[in-house]
């Protein structure tokens, strides 16, 4: 089950491709951004703690680690696993 390789475009517009084919918009302004971090560290594995404070610091641990499973969830169900 390959999910295909990704291509992501983030000057000109946000777009992900998998095997040539652009995929549902991402509604989510924090998903788009999350992984357009990831993909430009992509020798970093950052931990979620880290992500949480970077994109949500004014917000407790405890919020901001919620709205990072949201931004994981709106990426997810967007990229898929490309079966």
């Given amino acids: ?3 295909g390789i990704l291509e992501i475009r983030l000057l000109g517009g946000f777009e992900i491709r ?3 084919v652009v995929q549902k ?3 989510s302004l ?3 951004s999350l992984i357009a971090y990831l993909a430009m560290n992509p020798d970093r594995l950052p931990t979620r703690d880290l992500i949480a404070g970077t994109f949500w610091p004014d917000r407790s641990d405890a919020e901001a680690r919620v709205q990072l499973r949201q931004a994981l ?3 997810g169900n967007t990229i898929g696993t490309g079966a």
Wanted: no cysteine; hydrophobic share 40%; glycine share 20%.
């Fill in 18 to 20: 998998r095997r040539g």
């Fill in 25 to 27: 918009e991402i509604p």
């Fill in 73 to 75: 969830w709106h990426a």
């Fill in 1 to 3: 089950m390959g999910g």
């Fill in 30 to 32: 924090a998903a788009r």
